[in-house]
């Protein structure tokens, strides 16, 4: 019958419909408040119905709402810039909640309600269960979503309860964060200077514990050991689709509060993390994880006083950058984790961004490790026992550490490095297609120029440091010995070339490799015999 009437009527009917509902529902929550006053207590049956009041006010909020309307121009019954549809009659229709309605409902926000006790003069609060605060949070948001003053008044409130110091239950935490990425696309400006808290829940619940006293009958029950995971999941989902589309940017160090993620003790958090940086995320920006290498490695090991760090925590930051605050990943007992993450960033650069990042670690983080002054060099030139006391050399320590570790590591091998290159030059000339042809040499001729930079710029970097190291019997000497015998075994004629100069260092290297090599053949001969023995075992 509603087709039928006028334009005019439609509008009349249905706001009527909803503004006597919204009117129930208001009566509802007042009645219920009143019950609960005189009992000092919210029950079972309190919460239902309170949970059910706040959606339904919420969604009568919503009737008739465009993303393209415009709230300044919003009159009592509707968007006067917007039109109606035959698939949305009232598009257009604004039902707008009274003051005190909304009144009541922010009311329910905090995690008590000042509501009369009467049993206690001293406490006259009573506790708000987590649900319906969950739901007071989500219909909020959705006034809010047609009311920019309404908007401006209440940003604040919302966002506090992302704060990684507040302890707020992880299904509140989770509909304030979908709250706030509405709110993002709705109110973009206005929501900008909250990134902080939204990127905060990447790593939500790390150093805080549950309140078990604020849970509800019918708050969400999650997993003891991971009781955020889902707040992280529906972080990660909405800050991508917000990058995606150009609502946020990536500024300060967002970027490694993301990739934190991918080190996550949960691994739904950590694949899905892994899913949005190396697809999406990555194809819209390609140098994503190249840029960003070098200065996770700082930032991961938490050297917050080396000029990189700081330069990566301000950038785009206008005076709102995002720090990493609440994510730990310093420290030797979880390099494991840190290890996580640089292969899950290698393994998705390509050939050139190899050599870039390669580049790039040798000359800020070796480099800066032969000037002067600074934290890198004062841990190359401390002895062992002071590096424990200074918290900052420690950090500068693991810096060195993880660089030497990831410049020694197979998959951050450029091109064909190795490889017989005439052979295969050959091969690709008489059974390779074009296409084929020119990866090959494009791979050939990025090899020969990671051989000419390691030969010219890293040898001398590392030999220099190995004098340093030496001299303050640093442990990072084995480290560089690692790599210094992976390029000595990769490229023993050219090293043999560059350090004919220094037969000493040569002597070590070979002496080294023959060590390692022994190792690998007695290891190799202990499994032989072990897996014989197994057999004769089995036969018996």
């Known amino acids: ?287 994503l994880l190249s840029n960003s290498f070098v200065g996770a490695v700082f930032v991961f090991n938490n050297c917050k006083a080396h000029p990189l760090y700081i330069a990566e925590a301000s950038a785009g930051g206008n005076g709102m950058g995002i720090d990493f605050e609440g994510a730990f990943l310093d420290g030797a007992d979880r390099y494991h984790k840190r290890r996580e993450i640089y292969e899950m960033m290698i393994t998705n650069l390509s050939d050139e961004q190899k050599l870039e990042v390669t580049a790039r670690l040798v000359k800020e983080v070796l480099g800066g490790a032969l000037e002067t002054s600074g934290d890198l060099a004062a841990a190359c030139k401390l002895p062992p026992s002071s590096r424990l006391v200074n918290k900052r050399i420690e950090s500068a320590t693991n810096v060195l550490t993880d660089t030497l570790d990831i410049l020694t590591s197979p998959e951050i091998k450029v091109g064909r490095v190795g490889a017989d290159d005439d052979q295969d030059d050959d091969v690709a000339s008489t059974n390779g297609s074009k296409p084929d042809q020119r990866n090959l040499h494009k791979q050939r001729l990025l090899s020969k120029i990671s051989r000419k930079h390691l030969m010219e710029i890293v040898l001398p970097i590392l030999c220099n440091l190995k004098t340093v190291l030496e001299a303050s019997k640093s442990p990072l000497l084995k480290n560089l010995m690692q790599y210094l015998g992976y390029i000595f075994r990769t490229f023993k004629a050219e090293v043999n070339e560059h350090l004919a100069n220094i037969p000493t260092l040569l002597q070590e290297l070979e002496y080294d490799c023959k060590r390692n090599r022994k190792k690998k053949d007695s290891k190799s001969i202990l499994g032989v015999s072990i897996d014989g023995g197994k057999r004769r075992v089995s036969m018996q």
Not at 53 to 75: C, P
Not at 145 to 153: F, M, Q
Request: glycine share 4%; hydrophobic share 40%.
């Open 1 to 287: 019958r509603l087709l039928e009437d006028s334009e005019t009527e439609m509008y009349d009917e249905c706001e009527a419909w909803a503004t006597r509902l919204l009117s129930h529902c208001e009566q509802t929550i007042e009645s219920c408040f009143s019950s609960v006053a005189k009992r000092a207590l919210i029950t079972r049956d309190d919460e239902k119905l309170l949970s059910r009041a706040l959606y339904f006010v919420g969604e009568l909020s919503m009737i008739g709402f465009s993303s393209q309307e415009d709230s300044s121009r919003l009159s009592k019954k509707r968007s006067r810039d917007i039109t109606p549809t035959d698939n949305d009659p009232v598009r257009g229709l604004f039902i707008q909640p009274s003051k005190r309605l909304i009144h009541l409902v922010k009311l329910m926000l905090p995690c008590s309600m000042p509501l009369p006790n009467p049993n206690n003069a001293e406490n006259a609060l009573t506790p708000t269960p987590s649900s319906t605060r969950a739901h007071a949070f989500v219909a909020l948001g959705k006034f809010c979503l047609r009311n920019e003053a309404l908007a401006k008044e209440n940003l604040n409130i919302i966002a506090r309860e992302l704060d990684q110091e507040s302890n707020t239950d992880p299904a509140v935490m989770s509909n304030c964060l979908m709250v706030m990425g509405d709110m993002c696309v709705r109110y973009t400006n206005l929501v900008d200077k909250y990134l902080v808290f939204m990127a905060g829940c990447l790593q939500a619940g790390e150093k805080k514990l549950v309140d078990v006293n604020s849970k509800s009958h019918l708050s969400i029950t999650f997993d003891g050991t991971i009781p955020y995971s889902m707040v992280k999941k529906n972080a990660i989902l909405l800050l991508s689709s917000l990058l995606l589309q150009d609502y946020v940017k990536w500024r300060g160090l967002f970027v490694h509060r993301f990739l934190a993620a991918v080190a996550d003790e949960d691994d739904e958090v950590s694949c899905l993390a892994q899913t949005a940086l190396r697809g999406p995320l990555l194809e819209k920006q390609p140098n």
